[in-house]
């Protein structure tokens, strides 16, 4: 069973609009962390946002947000105002305890002008 | 601070050679060091992670190995390419294993 799906394959904003990027996990154990990277045309991967499962607001660094839904498993993340720069592939990740961090398939934003 | 450095930047093998990919890390000690390969347009798949010298775990059977011979130094080999083994290989490291990871610059590797 996949740990991580993203269902998004490909998504399209609007410059300067919201864009919520859909990611849902799997996992049992009780205490786990969240992670979204961006990699861009370049090819490397750049850290954005992490939640960990006991913290208790959602998680928020500058123009990102993490959409925590923990009874739904989901932990979607909502970039503000985006930017022609937020073009690039968005990759979910989930860290459980003692194991080592399992990646989505990725999605594929596009910021048109 | 902190940085880590991949190289080469692309590689193109023929079917059966070998390989070697190096990665180092600077400004920190005893790094948990990590090598992922991404399939064209696929998420990463964790290959390998070491959290010291000699000490190397391997997720996925496959035709690659992994060495670590200095602390901060991570090296990805094989003795015989396959055609399979084409991707994009990031090297990554952090200080603990439940912390953010940082990532290399990735090695494209095309086997042909």
């Known amino acids: 069973a996949q740990k991580i799906t993203q269902t998004q394959p490909g998504m399209f904003v609007q410059e300067k609009e919201a864009v919520t990027l859909d990611c849902t996990y799997d996992t049992s154990d009780p205490s786990y962390g969240l992670f979204w990277y961006k990699q861009p045309s370049s090819g490397e991967m750049i850290f954005l946002i992490y939640?960990?499962?006991?913290?208790?607001q959602n998680a928020t660094e500058g123009r990102y947000s993490l959409n925590f839904q923990k009874a739904r498993k989901s932990a979607n993340l909502v970039i503000s105002a985006s930017q022609l720069g937020d073009s690039a592939m968005y990759f979910c990740a989930m860290r459980e305890t003692a194991r080592q961090l399992t990646f989505g398939s990725g999605t594929q934003l596009t910021v048109l002008p | 601070s902190q940085t880590i450095h991949q190289w080469p930047a692309t590689l193109v093998q023929p079917v059966g050679s070998p390989l070697s990919l190096e990665c180092t890390v600077e400004g920190t000690s005893n790094p948990n060091l990590y090598w992922y390969r991404q399939a064209a347009g696929r998420g990463l798949q964790l290959l390998f992670y070491?959290?010291?010298?000699?000490?190397i775990s391997s997720e996925v059977p496959q035709n690659l190995s992994a060495s670590r011979p200095q602390d901060r130094q991570f090296i990805l080999s094989s003795k015989k390419l396959l055609l399979s083994d084409s991707g994009f290989y990031l090297c990554?490291?952090?200080?603990?294993?439940?912390?953010?990871?940082?990532f290399g610059s990735g090695t494209q590797l095309s086997v042909l």
């Open positions: 990554a490291w952090n200080r603990a294993t439940n912390e953010k990871l940082f």
């Open positions: 939640q960990g499962s006991y913290d208790q």
């Open positions: 070491s959290v010291g010298i000699g000490q």
